[in-house]
Nanobody, 123 residues
Framework: QVQLVESGGGLVQAGGSLRLSCAAS????????MAWFRQAPGKEREFVAG????????YYAASVKGRFTISRDNAKNTVYLQMNSLKPEDTAIYYC????????????????WGQGTQVTVSS
């Protein structure tokens, strides 16, 4: 089992920045593909950014590309999401996800999920 704990959410004005962290604990000897998803009120959960273990590739949703950056510190079993130029439409609960070998980085089929952290962007 792997436990994921997100932190770093909060309230920020439009144009501001936040950095989310996701710390993994438990069975961390296995390497994981990791990703961030978000869910806004009344909407379905959507992919935001992902990072693969093999090759260190990164993937982004079109809506955040150029503004958000996913990175990881494998020694600390932590993945980060740096969010710049935030917009009110970025307001959502952000979830961290991990999988030992995810079939599709942007898909929902991750084995492990965190509880989420709220990000609110005011206009």
């Amino acid at each position: 089992q792997v436990q994921l704990v997100e932190s770093g959410g909060g309230l920020v004005q439009a144009g501001g920045s936040l950095r989310l962290s996701c710390a993994a604990s438990g069975r961390t000897a296995v390497t994981y593909d990791m990703a961030w998803f978000r869910q806004a009120p009344g909407k379905e959960r959507e992919f935001v950014a992902g990072s693969t273990w093999r090759g260190g590739r990164t993937y982004y949703a079109a809506s955040v590309k150029g503004r958000f950056t996913i990175s990881r510190d494998n020694a600390k079993n932590t993945v980060y999401l740096q969010m710049n130029s935030l917009k009110p439409e970025d307001t959502a609960i952000y979830y961290c996800a991990a999988d030992a070998a995810v079939t599709r980085v942007s898909g929902p089929n991750y084995d492990y999920w965190g509880q989420g952290t709220q990000v609110t962007v005011s206009s």
